[in-house]
């Protein structure tokens, strides 16, 4: 018996080590997390909070920009350009002298009409004269009334004969006004078509002149969206060369007729520029606010539209509850929806695919945990 109790104790300390071993091991397993037991995991992208925030809806315009004035310049007489000051990009005043044409008859025809004005008034002085002498003369009976008609009548064609020489003097020298081309705005010159020694026909473009103090806008809305637009309605526009920035203008006037072909309205916008920053030509998207108010916003994608009744799917608690909701306006641009009942700023909904969790599953937000590997 001795023997075999020398024999037993070597392997019945191997066995109960084993056994131990087992048993420890075994125990840790059973402690281990099960994360079915835990509920559904969902990442922080699909839960969204609502806020309280501004929101605008409207429809969407597109264009390029124009300056609101503009004054294009053409020759009003044929002729040479003697001079062409202005030069792109200058700055001019309403009255800048730009451009003169030379005609060499405008010389000849102002001589002309400068000597017909002066023998015309010689003429009309001398016939007053001769009507004053034989009023004297017909008084005294010294001549015959006749005289004096015929004094009258002389002075008359005299008269005429001058204001017709004036006129002619005014016409010429409305010509030669003509040949100075000056600018009828103050702003900025856009266009120069003409140098120095160039012929130039009646109607000939020579220069642009901008004022840049206010651009100008022509954009086209779907008939079905005009009626949310309205004169003087704010219109946010974003302008390519400026990231980052917003500029706001106005709807100033909305043509009363469609386009038989499209559907579409033309509106006008104008957009004020202060310190010139906005240049004629550029890109610009914008949108006119139709309606804009504070309330409750939750992205787009949280809310569920069946049969008219919308819809949202609500975190409390770590449970998911079912929440219908009144919806007020839809921001397109930002894909937010204003929330008018059914649901608190700070309100947690799920988004996207999570939305179709079911109502009374638990979830919680954050990492899943791994279930531990198997040697």
Known sequence: MSGDRAGAGPRGWI?????????????????????????AVLEQADVATAEMGQISAGPAVSGSLQAATEAVLRAELAGTIASAAAEEGERVRAGTLLARIADPRLSEQ?????????????????ARRDVDRYETLVSAGASPRRDLESARTSLASAQAQLANARSQQADVRATVGDATVESPITGIVSSRSVSDGDVVQVGTELYRVVDPSTMRLEASVPSEQLYSIRVGAQVVFQVRGYPGRTFTGKVERINPTADPATRQVTIHVSLPNPGNALVAGLFAEGRVTAEARQGILVPADAVATEEGKSHVMRLRGGVVEQVPVQVGIQDEETRRVEIVSGLAAGDQVLVGPARETAPGTKVRVGTAVAAPARK
């Open 15 to 39: 066995v109960a080590a084993a056994l131990v071993t087992a048993a420890a091991c075994g125990g840790k397993e059973k402690t281990a997390p099960d994360p079915a037991a835990q509920g």
């Open 110 to 126: 102002t001589r002309s009409a400068e000597s017909a004005v002066r023998s015309a008034e010689i003429a009309a002085n001398n």
